[in-house]
């Protein structure tokens, strides 16, 4: 069995019962249960559609988003998720580089790198390698006020913990943001890069080795070892190229506004709903949100 999720923006809730029917009437669904008034709806199917890519392109064009998993052990134990553009709407090796006025060219590089396009070590030891000579205080000037937290991180977080679960977030980034973001969101542990500091600037170096895509499938075998739970009791969430490793591993991965090359290898995958959408898709109901 399967179960059918749509949803859309929070902001712009225009999630249509008649698509919700039609859709449920063409795939010989189960009753439609709303989980969000207007904005996230889902009903069971036997078995897999097989035109479910030409269905999910006309649903993206109306705004909405399609998603199919198993209704199986929907539910997940565990939240591995990146930071970058992911639980916050910022690249920081970006905004750090804008406050050293090599932003264009820094901004260049990530896209590449979070589009497949270079490799991500080779990519991230360039860029802090440009960011040599920066005050130390500046990354907590833009901490400050430049990030900001992606809508829904924190409900997401609040009601996954409410149920027992453990969150875990494993960024390609660097730990002086996110300590900031694991602590602001609730997180258990965190993961990330370490910046050089000598004499109160940045050295242009990066602490060794470099947490990449590799990192984050070990973070997500380690983890779960630890805790003793299984791959598949884990919902995976990112954006970029190297998060692509633990997207595929996780029993559930969800590429969120993903760069267009990672969703094109991703099964379920967010572009207009917030990070509540990673409780839609688990069968969370909007009643079933922690504050």
């Not at 990530?110 to 500046?138: C, H, I, Q, W, Y």
């Not at 409410?162 to 943001?177: E, K, N, R």
């Not at 559930?252 to 207009?272: D, E, I, T, Y």
Request: charged letters at 20%; one cysteine or more.
């Amino acid at each position: 069995m399967y179960t059918v999720v749509l949803l859309t923006s929070p902001q712009a809730r225009t999630l249509e019962p008649a698509l919700v029917e039609n859709l449920r009437n063409a795939w010989g669904g189960g009753e439609a249960v709303w989980l969000a008034p207007d904005e996230a709806a889902e009903f069971g199917i036997a078995q897999q559609p097989d035109n479910f890519e030409a269905v999910w392109e006309e649903c993206q064009k109306m705004g909405v988003d399609l998603v199919v998993v198993p209704t199986a052990n929907r539910r997940k134990r565990m939240l591995l998720a990146d930071m970058d553009s992911t639980m916050i709407q910022q690249e920081c090796i970006d905004e750090l580089a804008d406050e050293a006025g090599v932003g264009a060219r820094v901004k260049d590089i990530t896209a590449r790198a979070m589009n497949g396009e270079l490799d991500f070590d080779g990519a991230l030891r360039e860029r802090v390698g440009l960011l040599k000579g920066l005050p130390e205080s500046v990354i907590g000037k833009v901490l400050a006020e430049r990030i900001t937290l992606m809508p829904g991180g924190p409900v997401l977080l609040a009601t996954m913990k409410a149920q027992g679960g453990h969150a875990a977030l494993v960024s390609g980034g660097f730990t002086a943001f996110t300590a900031r973001v694991a602590d602001l969101l609730g997180f258990d542990e965190h993961r990330a890069n370490t910046l050089l500091v000598d004499k109160g600037v940045l050295s242009g170096e990066v602490g060794m080795p470099i947490l990449g895509k590799q990192a984050k499938v070990d973070a997500l075998e380690q983890i779960t070892a630890r805790l003793g739970i299984a791959e598949a009791d884990v919902i995976a969430v990112g954006d970029g190229a190297n998060d692509l490793g633990m997207l595929k591993r996780a029993g559930l991965g969800v590429a969120l506004h993903a760069k267009p090359a990672v969703a094109a290898q991703c099964n379920v995958r967010v572009n207009f709903g917030d990070l509540t959408a990673l409780l839609y898709v688990q069968g969370y109901a909007q009643s079933d949100f922690a504050a």
